[in-house]
């Protein structure tokens, strides 16, 4: 093992680095089912490699290996059959026919999509004793109904486990619940901190740039923010207990409540609802997000949406004026700033957004300007990018052919990107998960830098805070639940408890 590779029969040779933390977590979840929490870009797939060919050499049982989406399904399927030397490696997507599938799990190790693969164990098309090892990539995703928690139970008590990602989340239910749902014995950490990390990493300059609403946008959000405390108002008289604390979440606590207590109440909840969501995508994204946002919901029937668009002069008044401000141009102050960033590097840049319509807002504000920018989404229904031109999207971006990738979340999770040094966050994200992820695109190879765009006296601002606090969460969460493991305290019971 001094050739500083990897060495195994069947892994290829002189192909994966030796890396002691690599060795370290793999040796130790080789026996028990475990949870590896590795920062983005250290090699959680290396890892997961190391675990196969020891399962596999024992000729025990073939490999199972899960990932969420299929461009990084074929992501895994393209790594293993470059590195491990074996013939049958199969791959099994809601895109192959029933008769493709049926040959395709034969193979001794697959890589497959999670609801097809629960829809074909409820088939009775796969043998659950032909895998010894399962192993679940962003393993973050094994709550509630996600077919994780399904395709577990089938295994957690007969084949060896691995879960993977990034961080774990910061709410204790939640962290107990992929725990329990995947019969984990032992969580394996490490952090950009960890002394066995620390040479292989490179640091991150983090930079948080804040910029001001201009007068136009400031007019408009004070519509909005009297269209929803009119709702705030009507809601308390009618006798529902609300904070001042105008956030999404607790109007979405209290939505099952209102509907069989205090029906009274569904048509100013609902208006709230909508009235929040179009404010948020107001402050963070602009107006064009807004007015598409306006448009969509308009075209829909639900409680409500009379009122609000005919009715309301508040929120009629915020259409008006958002009309008006994209006649003159104006679409969100983050975007001067954003076009000052980009004109002074010469490097690749990755932009991450939340919201579809900015994706465009963005792509085609960079191509006025002349950069070559291109647009990574996910397909959803009939819109969006079909599996194939996410792949090729992203193998244009790896070549320098593409200078920015202009991103939702379906750039965030485990897509082996490339080498970015810069990462930009057109929008805040609350979840500890989603900030680790994005953030780990950069500072793999070289130092790397991260802009976060942040409009004041915006949801960006209330975001920027719930997120830093998760992230601190986060960070002690596998030590919470590891001393717990430890102690065989961690029951199934008290995870439903806590959740229910």
Not at 290 to 305: E, H, M, P, Q, Y
Not at 326 to 340: C, D, F, M, V
Not at 429 to 447: E, H, L, N
Not at 480 to 487: I, Q, T
């Amino acid at each position: 093992m001094e050739s500083g590779y990897y060495e195994h029969k069947l892994i290829k040779p002189n192909s994966i680095e030796l890396r002691d933390y690599q060795v370290n977590l793999a040796n130790e979840a080789k026996n028990e089912n475990s949870l590896v929490v590795l920062p983005t870009g250290l090699g959680k797939t290396t890892i997961a490699l190391q675990i196969m060919a020891h399962v596999l050499s024992q000729n025990k049982g073939g490999v199972l290996l899960l990932a969420p989406t299929r461009v990084l399904v074929n992501q895994h399927f393209d790594f293993l059959k470059e590195n491990l030397l074996l013939d049958d490696i199969g791959i099994v997507t809601g895109e192959d026919l029933i008769n493709k599938r049926k040959k395709s799990w034969m193979n001794s190790v697959v890589c497959a999509t999670p609801e097809i693969t629960r829809n074909d164990l409820e088939r009775n098309m796969i043998d659950i004793d032909q895998f010894s090892l399962v192993i679940f990539d962003e393993a973050h995703r094994a709550v509630g109904d996600y077919a994780y928690t399904g395709i577990a139970r089938h295994f957690k008590e007969k084949s060896l486990i691995l879960g993977m990602t990034a961080t774990l989340p910061s709410e204790k239910v939640k962290a107990t619940e992929i725990i329990v749902s995947l019969g984990i014995q032992n969580i394996l950490q490490r952090s950009d901190e960890s002394s066995d990390v620390q040479p292989y990493i490179q640091k991150t300059n983090t930079e948080w740039i804040m910029v001001d609403l201009p007068p136009e946008m400031k007019a408009i959000q004070k519509c909005l923010q009297i269209a929803l405390d009119d709702r705030y108002t009507t809601l308390r008289k009618n006798g529902i207990q609300i904070g001042q604390n105008k956030s999404l979440s607790t109007l979405l606590r209290i939505r099952q409540y209102v509907l069989t207590q205090n029906r009274i109440s569904a048509k100013p909840l609902f208006t709230a609802i909508r009235i929040t969501y179009a404010l948020n995508i107001f402050e963070a994204h602009g107006i064009t997000s807004f007015l598409k946002f306006c448009d969509r919901t308009k075209a829909k029937k639900g409680v409500g949406i009379k009122e609000l668009f005919e009715k309301d002069p508040n929120f009629m008044r915020a259409i008006e004026l958002a009309n008006f401000a994209k006649t003159q141009g104006i679409e969100h102050s983050k975007l001067p700033e954003l076009q000052k960033i980009i004109s002074s590097v010469n490097d690749k840049v990755l932009i991450f957004t939340s919201y579809r319509d900015s994706v465009n807002v963005i792509n085609d504000t960079l191509q006025k300007m002349g950069i070559n920018s291109e647009i990574l989404i996910g397909k959803a229904g009939e819109t969006g990018l079909k599996q194939q031109k996410q792949i090729e999207t992203v193998q244009r971006f790896r070549d320098g052919l593409t200078k920015v990738l202009v991103a939702t979340r379906v750039g965030e999770e485990g897509l082996d990107i490339s080498e970015v040094n810069l990462v930009i966050f057109y929008d805040n994200v609350p979840s500890s998960i989603r900030f680790v992820q994005r953030k780990g695109r950069t500072g793999r190879k070289a130092q790397g830098r991260l802009v976060v765009l942040i409009a004041k006296d915006t949801i960006d601002q209330v975001y920027y805070h719930i997120g830093q606090r998760k992230i601190k969460s986060a960070k002690l969460m596998g030590d919470k639940l590891s001393k717990k493991l430890e102690n065989n305290d961690l029951s199934s019971t008290e995870s439903l408890d806590s959740f229910l």
